[in-house]
């Protein structure tokens, strides 16, 4: 019996392919159509009750649901990581539900969802990038009102953001967003790239992949489609930075990616690894090799 | 050295396993029926099913036992359910001006056509706890007389009963609210809600809100948040039939009753320069057995009419946008309990930020005092 076989055997033959009904993935499949002919633009949808709560990936679980096929390969990431609790319980919901095969491999994967992190590994044209988005509206600390906000997107009206980031220099010195941090999508609407952190804005533009972002709660769906230029705002005396560590992860040690911390001891001695456990793992395979050890709580203060 | 805990699938299995054990509790003491929640635990039956936006009490019954009694587990639950089920259309409007009641009390008028009827309620219970509750084995009253062989229990009025709004109407002195447009109402399950939103819309998503939410937005309107001034028009609870026209038959199918709780608010209006003053309404309907929902939900709705009736929107009752996209207590369970997941990337983020900022600031501090 052939891998792909096997699978199909597992699968919960009580609900229909990937949970939702035909009719049902049809009407998202449109909403992501006309997400990817408006780059950034955000699609009203009809958002279902999943056997999921809100706020945990019901969009993103309802976007891979009517794009996923049998031949797909999933893989699905929390903070980076495959082994954290709810990716673990979304794997297994469309593992039961698809049968499809899974993967903890970036490279191995067609569909990657994720929650608050970019894969450090490059993606490639033939895969897709699925985000569960907590908030769509990039607006809505400034604008709570979406009847409010659909205006001020219909006119590429983006004072008020700007008026914050500059408020923002004003009083700290520094833009004190550091993740979900607004970007411009093909020159034209103001996105949220989910909560990513900054570190990771810069790998949506120009990037190979297909990105489509499921809200479920708040019912919108958006895109960026492959090759599409993103730009994080900015001013021409502060341009867009991302965060560095002074530290390499202790297990690879990488110094590009973007590394977790963790205490290890009551005398607040940290650790750093990768927050991508795949990356981490792939290094390692391949003989990188970290220091192994924790750092002492003054030192993980030093910074640049 | 330290490595991360993390061995998500092997603690979500047991997370499932100790649940189940949990919500079996003592096994010396008997297992909790479904039909025993469905009969004796009406009330939270009923407002699962009206939560939940599915009129199924045995379904709505496995929610409750399921969850622990936990109601908004219980009707989260009901509607993943209802997500899965074919949508076949719309029913014919119910008509509950020939419900079958066993309730029905106006607060405007002393007596109406057809009279009150007290029915059971727990308005006039000394709110003293029942210790003969203790002791197992009861006989109510009723049962007793049912047993006897008396087949309708007493009170119950089945005959056409006009409702106290519409005798207000016929004299010129309420507002007869006409349809906004012909045609479906819309699916706010189906299609997300946009603004403004249609009364229709409104009332849907008000009948599926959360009942501790809108109580406290309809109390807030009686404290001067918006005031309404409302009376109670009439309550009204009781079974009415469900009709479904289906396109091959041509004609009503009575396809079930269903109990129902209706309340119409009168509210005054102080008119304006093109309407003379009158009455308006506000609406409230909920499955089974809740009235403190569905008045709730009728001054809300109320509330909710200023912008139509032209007076001026001061208070977060008024607020469309505001109340229904906070009354739904499934989305709001889930995105306030979506703070128990891991934050980690986004929490480094902000450290970094943190530390950078106190570090630029103990070197200019450093900077002035040199």
């Known amino acids: 019996m052939s891998a792909t076989a096997m699978n199909r055997a597992r699968c919960d033959e009580n609900y229909n392919f990937a949970y939702l009904d035909e009719r049902t993935k049809k009407m998202i499949r449109r909403a992501i159509l006309k997400a990817v002919a408006i780059p950034g633009y955000q699609v009203p949808f009809g958002s279902r009750e999943m056997p999921f709560a809100f706020g945990w990936g019901t969009g993103g679980i309802q976007v891979t649901a009517s794009i996923i096929g049998r031949n797909d390969v999933l893989k699905v990431i929390d903070q980076g990581a495959d082994d954290t609790t709810n990716a673990v319980n979304i794997r297994s919901f469309f593992a039961r539900t698809t049968g499809v095969a899974t993967t903890e491999r970036t490279v ?108 479920g709660r708040e019912k919108r769906i958006y895109a960026v489609p492959p090759y599409t230029s993103v730009r994080s705002l900015d001013f021409e005396d502060h341009p867009f930075e991302v965060q560095r560590w002074l530290h390499a992860c202790a297990l690879c040690g990488a110094r590009d990616s973007f590394l977790d911390e963790m205490i290890v001891d009551d005398a607040g001695r940290r650790l750093f690894v990768c927050s991508d456990s795949d990356y981490c793992g792939a290094r390692r395979a391949a003989g990188h090799v970290g220091a192994g050890q924790a750092i002492d709580a003054d030192a993980a203060r030093v910074l640049r | 050295m330290y490595v991360a805990v993390k061995g998500g699938a092997a603690a979500i299995e047991n997370s499932w396993r100790l649940l189940a054990a949990e919500r079996r509790g003592d096994p010396r003491v008997p297992e909790l029926s479904v039909a025993q929640v469905r009969e004796q635990l009406r009330l939270a039956v009923d ?33 993943a359910y209802r997500t899965t089920l074919p949508r076949f259309g719309y029913s014919a409007p119910i008509d509950t001006a020939r419900m079958v009641l066993t309730r029905r009390i106006s607060a405007t008028f002393k007596d109406v056509p057809g009279g009150q009827l ?23 009253p009723l049962r007793t007389s049912i047993a006897q062989g008396d087949a309708t229990p007493p009170d119950l009025i089945n005959e056409a009963m006009p409702r106290v709004n519409t005798l207000l109407a016929r004299e010129g002195l309420m507002e007869s609210p006409a349809p906004a447009h012909a045609g479906e109402p819309g699916d706010l399950t189906r299609e997300p809600l946009m603004f403004p939103a249609a009364r229709a819309l409104r009332l849907q998503g008000l009948a599926r809100g959360d009942e501790g939410f809108l109580f406290a937005l309809g109390y807030s309107t009686q404290r001067g948040y918006a005031n309404t001034h409302p009376f109670t028009g009439e309550i009204r609870r009781g079974t009415v039939a469900v009709e479904f026209v ?23 209006f102080a008119g304006s320069r093109d309407v003379a003053p009158q009455f308006t309404q506000g609406y409230g309907l909920a499955f089974g057995s809740a009235e403190r929902k569905s008045i709730a939900m009728a001054m809300v709705d109320r509330a909710l009419r200023a912008e139509e009736l032209d007076e001026p929107q001061t208070a977060v009752a008024q607020d469309q946008e505001f109340v229904l996209m906070h009354a739904d207590n499934v989305e709001a369970s889930g995105f306030v309990q ?33």
């Open chain 2, 47 to 79: 407002r699962v099913m009206t939560e939940g936006s599915l009129y199924d009490p045995e379904l709505a019954a496995l929610a409750v036992k399921q969850a622990q009694g936990d109601l908004i587990e219980a009707i989260f639950l009901l509607r």
């Open chain 2, 246 to 268: 289906a396109d091959e038959v041509g004609f009503a199918l009575d396809i079930g009753d269903i109990e129902i709780t209706e309340c119409q608010m009168v509210n005054q």
């Open chain 2, 118 to 140: 007290l029915g059971r309620t727990y308005d006039y219970t000394q709110r003293l706890l029942d210790f003969t509750l203790l002791e197992e084995g009861e006989e109510t």
């Open chain 1, 108 to 215: 191995d994967a067609t569909i990657v969802q994720t929650r608050h992190r970019i894969p450090e590994t490059p993606l490639a044209e033939h895969q897709i990038l699925v985000y569960q988005v907590p908030m769509p509206e990039p607006l809505y600390r400034l604008e709570p009102r979406r009847r409010e906000t659909i205006t001020l997107h219909a006119l590429a009206d983006y004072g008020l953001m700007n008026v914050k980031l500059y408020e923002d220099i004003a009083q700290l010195g520094a833009i004190s967003r550091t993740y979900d941090y607004p970007v411009i999508v093909d020159e034209r609407y103001l996105m949220s790239p989910s909560p990513i952190p900054k570190f990771d804005n810069p790998k949506m533009h120009m990037n190979a992949a297909l990105q489509l972002f499921g809200a």
């Open chain 2, 338 to 370: 979506h703070l128990k997941l891991p934050h980690y990337v986004d929490f480094q983020a902000e450290l970094e930020l943190v530390r950078r900022l106190q570090a630029e600031r103990a070197g200019n501090a450093e900077q002035e005092a040199a």
